[in-house]
Structure formats: structure tokens, C-alpha cells
């Protein structure tokens, strides 16, 4: 079994053609798929698409990118989603990304607040961050004794990395872990211990080599997964057994 930690499909070509989805991710053995949300609009989707079909689960929550076209009280209504569906099984993504926005302290706020909710709801927290990792870990810092957080499409250092493991903290390689110039990944990846260790396609983004360029999908974690066993120098199958074995885990659900 495999199971696709991280993708969007509320977007083309999932949205209109899930079952075609869904088919296409079973003949690679994923038979798990987590959607993920990044604002209110796509919660709701999310939650539908959950709701309709046994092999998603779906997230909630507000992308730091997303910050800006949102007031502080949509965090309220996203708590109440959490009524709508029990396949909601996190936070996210939420977090911190100063690559793309400079206003730092608003992200800041919806951050704190939403990992508020998060620890009210009994909720795990999967996390965006770019450009951030040290407001990231002050912030997980502050929260770890009473919170779950998955780094969710890891791209970060090695220091960055193993500073988060020290805090608890999964890690998800998606599909950037098969570029070739993608060394520090590559070198988490090996570092990385199996009990903390997730994979994702973030599709449709990120689409793994050989496909790299076009519309990622969720049958292309069979590719992350891959990569990872050649560069942990072990079978696909170990690594599936793993990273499903912590999504369960970390989700808080029953294998």
C-alpha cells in the first residue's frame, strides 16, 4: 500500500473525472489519498470530495499565501467546518512563506491562531514553509508539546531538518526528491529515520522525473517512493510499509 500524503484535487484534471483519479492511483497500490486545503473555498470542495469517496481524507485551513485576501475571522468558520465531515484529519497547510509575501507579522498571526485551533480540535498540523525555517522552528518550538506537525514537500537544509526531528516533527519528500539537482534533498532523504518519514505528490504540482514539466498526478507517489528506496538503499516495499504505517500514525487513524 501507498498513500499519496499531499495533493490538490480540486483542481483539473482530478475534479471532473475523480473516479479516473482515483483508478489510475490504485493500479500503482495508492489507496489512500489526503487533499489538501488552502483557503475556505477549498475546504468546502475538499470536504465533498471526502466525504464521497472512502479513499480520501481531506484537510482544512488557510495557506500563508493566501493570508492577504482573507480576514482573521475566516479562521473561525474553518473551526466549524469541522463539524461537516470525520474525514477532516488536519490543519493545513498552513504556515509561513516570505519567498512569495513580505507581510510577515499577518502570516504570523494567522499561523499562531490556526495551530490554536488545531490544538482545540484534536488535530495534527501540516506545514508550508519557504524562506522561513527560522520563524518556522521558533514557532513549532513554542507548540511541540502540544501539537503534531508534519513539514509537508520538504526542500530545506539538512540542519533545518534535523533540527525539526528534534522537535518531533514528520517529514514529506514529494516529487522534487527525483531531480537530479536536488542534492540536499537527496541527502535528507537519506537521513531521514523510517518512523518520521511521509511522501506526496502535491499534485498537480511537482511531477517527479521522468515527467517533470507536466501535470503531476497521485499515482506518481509510486515515483517519490521509489526514489527514496534507491537513495535509502532498500526495497519499495519497505518504504511503503513505512510512510503508510506513519500516516496512520500521525493522523491519528485505524490502519
Known amino acids: 500500500m501507498l498513500i499519496d500524503s499531499h495533493c490538490h484535487l480540486y483542481y483539473e484534471p482530478f475534479i471532473s473525472n475523480m473516479q479516473a483519479t482515483l483508478n489510475d492511483a490504485k493500479k500503482n497500490k495508492i489507496d489512500f489519498l ?24 481531506c484537510s482544512v ?8 485576501k482573507n480576514k482573521i475571522e475566516n479562521i473561525e468558520i474553518i473551526k466549524s467546518l469541522y463539524t461537516k465531515s470525520n474525514k477532516i484529519i488536519a490543519v493545513g497547510e498552513i504556515g509561513l512563506d516570505f519567498y512569495r509575501n513580505k507581510n510577515q507579522e499577518e502570516q504570523l498571526v494567522f499561523f499562531k491562531k490556526q495551530i490554536e485551533i488545531a490544538s482545540e480540535l484534536g488535530l495534527p498540523i501540516i506545514i508550508h514553509t519557504r524562506d522561513s ?30 533540527s525539526l526531528l528534534d522537535f518531533g516533527c514528520f517529514i514529506s519528500l514529494s516529487g522534487i526528491v527525483t531531480f537530479q539537482n536536488a542534492h540536499n534533498v537527496q541527502e535528507v532523504a537519506k537521513y531521514i529515520p523510517l518512523d518520521k518519514l511521509l511522501i506526496e505528490t502535491d499534485s498537480p504540482y511537482l511531477s517527479p522525473e521522468p515527467y517533470r514539466g507536466k501535470t503531476n498526478c497521485p499515482k506518481n507517489v509510486f515515483l517519490v517512493a521509489k526514489k527514496i528506496a534507491e537513495i535509502k538503499n532498500t526495497s519499495i516495499e519497505n518504504i511503503s510499509e513505512h510512510t503508510s504505517t506513519n500516516f496512520f500514525k500521525f493522523f491519528n487513524l485505524n490502519k
Open 61 to 68: 485551513g488557510i495557506h500563508p499565501n493566501n493570508v492577504s
Open 34 to 57: 489526503l487533499t489538501i486545503s488552502v483557503d475556505l473555498n477549498t475546504a468546502l470542495i475538499n470536504i465533498d470530495l471526502a466525504n464521497s469517496y472512502p479513499e480520501i481524507y
Open 133 to 162: 525555517e527560522n520563524e518556522t522552528l521558533r514557532i513549532i518550538k513554542e507548540n511541540y508539546n502540544k501539537n503534531k506537525f508534519l513539514i509537508h514537500c520538504f526542500s530545506g537544509s539538512l540542519d533545518f531538518a534535523k
